[in-house]
């Protein structure tokens, strides 16, 4: 008998045991992963330079000064208690740390941020099995480079940190899937109960997630709900989404909330001016939030118990330890369990109304095409090529999808007064239901259609909710850039390099790109009049005929198939150039200037200035950090100042819309609205005046379907856009709010 000879798998290389090559083999593998170590290193390093590159330089945002200011009073010894109007506690904690480790600084503030959005670079690489290794460098890529995160990883908000979860959280999944391995179980309830006590967009990533699985397992909790089969049948889909429920029972307890109004009690307290804050229980709702919050932490620790015993009923436990301790600072705010547990789904279900920023529904469609579109562009073809491989399995929610958008964007029927009729919400159902069926009608893997769905969902989610702020945009960038990444990496598995036809790929790359210059400058550009206008035309398309002869030349040497691929790299190319160039002006050219509209009602720069002047008349007179420095309120203006000024101890917030005594005040900084009068200002010298804050002219708002449509042949509109994309050129001035610095007498020696 002849002993067969067994081979191993190592990195791509198959090697057999007894092979006395082995170790040529191994350096091979060496070398290879070397090299693809090494360029993520490399990604890594930009990123990070990309990331500290002038971090302190913006001036603080009006969110920034809260989460600054918080932090420090917990730095210097005053503690934190968990408050939902600036999220989960998380960050609070992490900049308190990183001030105790650097100082307090503007740096110092954003590098929690700054070295979180690094680090995620490097999660794709645990998920490369399945991205593949193109794939994952794209997707580290594009990471490092997106404008929205990039602006984000720069930014002191807990957004960049719930990146880096849902991807952890995600990656922690498949990785179970895939394994087995119950650590993937302990990573995911780690990440769960950190992305709870960070932000409450953990919810929506909870939602995402527990559909997703409810769509893969559908037949099986059909089947479990007429009584056909028991829970231990469920597949590793719904072993996973019971999972997801005994993590996140207790988390939504708040949630019943919902059904105030019906059963009359107040559950989530929506009234501003009374003394129960905002999203915790009053009176009778109290003692029924208390039973379900027990209600709902005993049936995840029974099930936890029950089902799956060895691999869920620990993880639940560390869940519950980490959302214990960090909810309640570890153990210095025992009410953080009612304010982390309750009132943080409380607080957004009561402030749903309120529709902060209160931008349109289309808010995330112009954004993304500003900022995001290469990942979403790719994501789109994409998409497009998959439903043509489906044919007509996703021909109905193609055609429900197509006839709500008509109904929808028809104001007649879907709106009477201004305000969504039945009409409207039943094709809005529809629209969203189809939306979300989509990609479960593809021909394509799981893992693709949990891509299509996460990038779907997420688009639908945040532009469903009442507030819209340019930072949520990078939870719909994220499953995007994945999904880009996965279809860039099959796209270039397709593609055959041959020595021999070298030059036939840069005669091909060549033209396109040439085409894709010519096609720009038709549709774009000024061509002149009359009778130069008709040959400029004509002399474009002549060189595109004698292009497409070229392209057909060279593909009866290396087919169409291929020809089409190579031709479809000059656009990726470009639209990689064009997104490093926006991600370079926003975050630094227009990092505090809301020419961006990314950028929110942004702190203006010379806040950062002012703060300078005065400290630089504190130190220079005898008062130093004792200096009288009056605040005025009006407007919020107190923040930022409130960080700005946290380390002087004789500060004042007044409301100088009233009558203030500001006899022992050396440095006034007013509202526009409340300048000195005429009797003070012999005592006082204004230094300057300047804005406040200032956003960008949204001019955007209310714009109707036909408005859209009618757009698309208004070449008017065509420039101003191009205008807009390419030099932030504005058609409308800045809005702005300003202030006034004043300056007692006796101080202008240290000017």
Excluded at 96 to 110: H, P, Q, T, Y
């Amino acid at each position: 008998m002849h002993n067969k000879t067994q081979k191993r798998n190592i990195g791509g290389y198959w090697i057999n045991d007894n092979d006395t090559n082995e170790k040529l083999y191994l350096q091979k593998l060496l070398t290879k992963d070397f090299i693809y170590n090494s360029i993520f290193l490399l990604i890594f390093l930009f990123a990070l330079s990309l990331r500290l590159y002038s971090l302190g330089d913006r001036a603080v945002h009006h969110d920034e000064s809260l989460h600054g200011y918080f932090a420090y009073q917990m730095y210097i010894g005053n503690g934190y208690e968990h408050n939902p109007l600036m999220h989960g506690i998380f960050l609070f904690q992490l900049v308190s740390l990183s001030f105790f480790i650097f100082g307090d600084s503007e740096f110092s503030l954003r590098l929690p941020m700054a070295l979180t959005g690094s680090l995620l670079i490097f999660l794709p690489l645990l998920i490369r099995d399945r991205l593949g290794y193109i794939g994952t460098i794209f997707a580290s890529i594009m990471l490092a480079i997106s404008p929205s995160i990039l602006y984000f990883s720069r930014f002191a908000r807990n957004d960049i940190f719930m990146l880096f979860i849902f991807l952890l959280l995600v990656i922690s999944m498949w990785k179970y899937f895939s394994t087995k391995e119950s650590k993937w179980l302990y990573v995911f309830s780690i990440f769960m109960a950190i992305g709870f006590i960070t932000k409450e967009t953990q919810y929506i990533f909870v939602a995402i997630l527990s559909l997703f699985l409810i769509f893969m397992e559908k037949e099986n909790i059909k089947d479990w709900l007429f009584g056909k089969v028991p829970i231990s049948n469920f597949n590793k889909y719904g072993k996973f989404l019971l999972f997801i429920m005994i993590l996140s029972a207790p988390m939504l307890a708040a949630s019943i909330s919902l059904f105030q109004k019906i059963l009359n009690i107040t559950l989530a307290n929506k009234d501003t001016n009374s003394i129960t804050p905002i999203g915790l229980p009053q009176s009778d709702g109290q003692l029924v939030a208390l039973i379900i919050t027990l209600l709902l932490i005993i049936s995840s620790f029974t099930l936890s118990f029950i089902f799956y015993r060895k691999i869920f009923f620990i993880p639940f436990l560390i869940f519950l330890a980490i959302v214990f301790l960090f909810f309640t600072n570890f153990l210095s705010n025992l009410t953080g369990i009612s304010t982390g547990i309750w009132q943080s789904l409380g607080y957004w279900i009561a402030q749903q109304d309120v529709a902060r920023g209160g931008q349109p529904w289309y808010y995330y469609i112009t954004l993304g095409s500003i900022y995001e579109f290469l990942p979403i562009g790719i994501s789109m073809l994409g998409l497009s090529y998959f439903l043509i491989k489906s044919r007509y399995t996703s021909f109905l929610p193609l055609i429900t999808i197509i006839i709500s958008f008509v109904i929808l964007a028809d104001t007649q029927a879907s709106y009477t007064g201004g305000k969504i009729n039945s009409t409207g919400i039943l094709f809005q159902i529809l629209l969203y239901f189809s939306l979300l069926i989509l990609p479960f009608t593809i021909k394509s893997s799981n893992f693709y259609k949990f891509l299509f769905f996460w990038a779907i969902s997420s688009f639908l989610f945040y532009t469903y909710a009442g507030e819209k702020m340019p930072w949520l945009i990078t939870n719909i960038t994220l499953p995007f850039i994945l999904l880009s990444s996965k279809i860039l990496n099959d796209f270039f598995s397709k593609v055959k390099f041959s020595n021999s036809h070298l030059k036939y790929y840069i005669i091909v790359f060549f033209a396109a790109l040439l085409s894709i210059i010519l096609i720009w400058r038709l549709f774009t550009h000024d061509l002149g009049i009359e009778t130069q206008q008709f040959l400029s035309i004509w002399l474009i398309f002549l060189i595109l005929g004698f292009l497409i002869f070229i392209l057909q030349w060279v593909s009866t040497a290396i087919t169409k198939k291929q020809t089409l691929y190579f031709f479809l790299f000059p656009l990726l190319f470009i639209l990689l150039i064009f997104t490093i160039r926006t991600s370079w002006i926003l975050n630094f050219n227009n990092y505090d200037t809301p020419s961006e509209m990314m950028i929110y009602t942004q702190t203006s720069p010379h806040l950062h200035k002012v703060s300078k002047t005065i400290n630089d008349i504190a130190i220079k007179s005898s008062d130093d950090k004792s200096i009288r420095i009056s605040v005025d309120t009006t407007d919020a203006f107190s923040w930022p100042w409130q960080w700005y000024l946290r380390q002087y101890n004789n500060v004042s917030f007044d409301d100088h819309s009233q009558d203030i005594n500001i006899d022992d005040v050396s440095i006034l900084l007013l509202s526009y609205k409340n300048d000195l009068k005429s009797s003070e200002r012999n005592n006082f010298i204004q230094k300057q005046k300047f804005p406040h804050r200032w956003w960008f002219p949204e001019k955007y708002r209310n714009i109707r379907f036909s408005d859209v449509f009618f757009t698309l042949f208004d070449k008017s509109r065509w420039d101003n856009s191009i205008d807009y994309f390419m030099y932030r050129k504005l058609e409308h001035d800045l809005g702005s709010i300003d202030s006034y610095l004043y300056i007692r007498n006796e101080y202008n020696i240290y000017d």
